[in-house]
């Protein structure tokens, strides 16, 4: 299976394209990840890794390569999960020219909803132990009473605020696009990670 998940920060499309993945025995495609393995290997311009690292998008065409290289390699023939892309209409569009030259096409694009405010509880709320890594929610999940607590900058409410205006912007045509074409499949992202990997599960059947 080909498929995108998109979702707004703090929705939980890392679990779920992880629970996916295993599921289904698919890659997940992370074009975040593979920037910063291209920045780390030297393999970016030093225009571009300057402009990576003062925090800028890279032009389309970039990125674009980095997918098409990465859609030949061997794990990919039984599909994958394309993680944070595409992001655009511009983006959708590539791809679609990217796996039409493979004889291939998406079978479908997921979207994660949970309305704004409780995506901005779950930041506000978020604790990560800087001892162990984990992550608690104050009120839902709290930590043991030794844990050495870190609030992340950008779980901060006017920096969640910021990244859920700025999804919105991204997806305006994005999610419109895929759903002209019967790929789009909406699924409930508030409740527990089992229950709403049910209805990803039911959404791909």
Known sequence: MRLVLVGPPGAGKGTQAQILCERLDIPQISTG???????AAGALP?????????????????????????????????GFLLDGFPRTEAQ???????????????????????PAEQLIDRAVHRRVDKRTGKIYHLKSNPPPEDAELEHRSDDHEDVVRQRIEHYAAMTAELLPFYAERGLLRRVDGVGEVASVAERVRAALS
């Open 33 to 39: 990840d593979m920037l910063r393995a291209a920045q």
């Open 46 to 78: 030093e225009h571009l890794a300057r402009q990576m690292s003062e925090g800028g998008l890279l032009p389309d065409a970039v990125v674009l390569e980095l997918i098409g290289k990465r859609l030949t390699e061997a794990d990919c023939r039984s």
């Open 92 to 114: 959708a569009t590539g791809l679609d020219d990217i796996l039409a030259k493979q004889g291939a096409a998406l079978d479908v694009v997921v979207a994660l909803e949970v």
